[in-house]
């Protein structure tokens, strides 16, 4: 054995499991989350499953792009053949590989495995939770909380074949214990559900088959995103507050819930999240060029450093407008810059100086007006206009270099910008 395997075999072995259909490219960046949280001391062992339509193709690519993480996962491709073609697909935004999970104990020969939803990003390495104790339970997952407060929940218990709702977890990211799954033949029992067509799929399928054997995870393992706008109430004593309020702050795993996906919608809850991993990725240049719709001709997503009265609150933003606010500065000295000048001398407009991350490389002066350092720049700014005129994707850089430095507005431009 190679000095490679054996460091390979000295880390602890996590199994993971995802499913995923050809447009996998999402999924990458989601992949990508988990290898680049993980400790040195942690082995992912990444199962991937995916229909008899997956291509080869997209097989060989997806193993390629993680090459350079192979001291740090192997992954295995499973195919589950078309066994659910023809499932029940009640909600718009979820498609037919959210049923391959019900066939993981039968996959795997793991004593146990997690679990997670590609619509994900992870912040911290899996090991705790993958030794949490599952002692008896079939499955470990988090609280969905709107199904504990639904109206109708003796009408909902009964199509789930449930008899209460006090168990019910989030089937998106599960500790599942395999060992035991197999022992009692639970995917026999998933299988003999699916015929059913529950309103939740094959989430109500897994709550169904494994009532009395669920534990709960803290809410940081699964903090989705469609609760941002609840208050602490209203949770009903789901969760301690302290346990939310961590989980909100410290999420370990962001699940972003729901039809609003980062990468379809820029400003979406905790999308930053996404979006940081994905820029060091080398998914960056295809996200940035689908989303240029969003990026070219929206001129605002939140940063986080900065609060809503010093952001613009415009959805669409036209360089005309420009031309009515009061003092400018422009974050950039390059050829964008200089179009960006070239565009506001013809409304009379002058920007009061440029700013930049680093003067090496960058002139002392554009057209007469001073390039500054950001180091150089005062704290308070409020009687200025920001205007951030670099390529888009360097956006997020931007945003942490002006954390502390206060505008009294601040315009990111996209790439493309509109006049």
């Not at 992949?31 to 008899?52: G, P, Q, R, V």
């Amino acid at each position: 054995m190679g000095a490679g395997n054996q460091n390979e075999w000295r880390k602890q072995h996590i199994p993971i499991v995802c499913a995923t259909a050809n447009d996998y490219e999402y999924t990458l960046v989601f992949l990508e989350s988990i290898l680049k949280s993980a400790d040195n001391n942690t082995f992912y062992d990444i199962y991937i499953l995916a229909d008899s339509e997956f291509t080869d193709t997209s097989n060989d690519f997806i193993k390629d792009y993680f090459e350079e993480f192979k001291a740090q996962c192997k992954i295995t491709f499973l195919n589950v053949g078309r066994t659910f073609a023809n499932a029940y697909i009640g909600v718009e935004h979820i498609r037919t590989p959210t049923y391959f999970r019900l066939l993981i104990p039968d996959l795997l020969d793991f004593d146990k495995c997690i679990y997670l939803d590609t619509d994900i990003i992870v912040r911290e390495d899996l090991g705790e939770l993958y030794n949490t104790p599952l002692n008896d339970c079939y499955i470990a997952g988090v609280k969905a909380p709107s199904y504990f407060v639904r109206q109708d929940l003796e009408s909902y218990c009964k199509q789930a074949h449930i008899p209460d709702i006090l168990q019910y977890v989030n089937a998106g990211v599960l500790l599942m214990n395999l060992k035991k799954m197999r022992s009692d033949n639970i995917v026999k029992k998933f299988l003999e559900l699916l015929p059913l067509n529950m309103e939740s799929q094959d989430q109500d399928i897994i709550n169904s088959a494994c009532y009395g054997y669920i534990k709960f995870l803290p809410f940081k393992f699964n903090v989705m995103t469609k609760y941002s706008g609840w208050f602490l109430s209203d949770y009903k004593d789901l969760f301690s507050t302290e346990e939310l309020i961590y989980g909100w702050n410290n999420p370990a795993i962001i699940h972003y819930v729901d039809e609003i996906k980062p990468w379809k919608q820029i400003n979406c809850v905790m999308g930053e999240y996404w979006w940081e991993v994905c820029r060091n990725s080398k998914m960056k240049d295809y996200f940035f060029k689908i989303k240029e719709e969003d990026f070219y001709r929206t001129a605002l997503y939140y940063a986080g450093n900065f609060s809503g009265d010093n952001m613009t609150n415009k959805a669409i933003y036209r360089l005309f407008s420009l031309a009515k606010k009061g003092k400018l500065a422009v974050y950039g000295a390059g050829k964008r810059a200089f179009q960006l000048l070239s565009y506001m001398e013809g409304y009379g407009k002058k920007p009061e100086y440029f700013i930049v991350s680093d003067k090496i490389g960058n002139p002392d002066f554009l057209h007469g007006i001073p390039v500054i350092e950001i180091s150089e720049l005062e704290k308070e700014n409020r009687d200025i206009t920001l205007v951030i005129a670099i390529m888009e994707k360097y956006h997020f850089e931007v945003f942490g270099n002006l954390s502390g430095y206060r505008f009294k507005e601040i315009v990111p431009l996209n790439d493309n910008w509109n006049y």
